[in-house]
């Protein structure tokens, strides 16, 4: 133990410090490097939040920049239960919801969220790959505002949650 300590000590004794600099230009070359570094632009917050639910990484990704192009913030779920989550725990403005998804489906999270008291105001389109009429009749009876088919077009998810949006806050002023 006593070698280890004493070579430890003999290696962080042979670290040099950084040599100050020879003239006064190489000090007002490296203040110049200092000050050239660019902060990022703060971003303004925006009104409205979409929480997307989806299992498929690539399915949110896509959908959360479409949203995020046309002005909307996004939270992200990979589940009907961490949708319920954050949903009750964020009160987003709208929900995009997929249906088929591991732990609780969007069905479920559908019909929890559309007749919970907390979220029951907040519009939820499901967005689904299934092409059968059942699913789009089902989803509507347990909630659901809207219904689209994937693969979605960015012109059309953004025109569905707007339109929503528009609906909602309508009954809120009415």
């Not at 003999?10 to 003239?23: G, H, N």
């Not at 925006?46 to 479409?66: F, G, K, P, Y």
Request: proline share 4%; net charge positive; charged share 30%.
């Amino acid at each position: 133990m006593w070698f280890f300590r004493n070579w430890f000590k003999k290696k962080a004794a042979k670290v040099e410090q950084p040599a100050e600099p020879d003239t006064e230009s190489e000090e007002v070359a490296r203040k110049a490097k200092k000050k050239k570094t660019v902060k990022a632009p703060v971003i303004e917050k925006r009104e409205q939040t979409v929480l997307v639910v989806d299992d498929s990484r690539t399915q949110l990704a896509s959908m959360c920049r479409c949203l995020e192009a046309a002005g909307f913030d996004t939270l992200t779920a990979m589940n009907g239960k961490e949708g319920i989550i954050a949903a009750r725990k964020n009160l987003p403005h709208a929900i995009v919801m997929d249906i088929i998804m591991p732990e609780i489906n969007g069905f479920k999270a559908t019909r929890y969220l559309s007749h919970h008291d907390e979220t029951k105001h907040i519009p939820i389109v499901i967005v689904s790959g299934s092409d059968q009429d059942s699913d789009r009749v089902w989803g509507l009876k347990l909630g659901a505002r809207e219904f689209l088919r994937k693969p979605v077009s960015s012109k059309e998810l953004i025109m569905v949650v707007n339109r929503m949006l528009e609906k909602a806050d309508e009954s809120l002023t009415a």
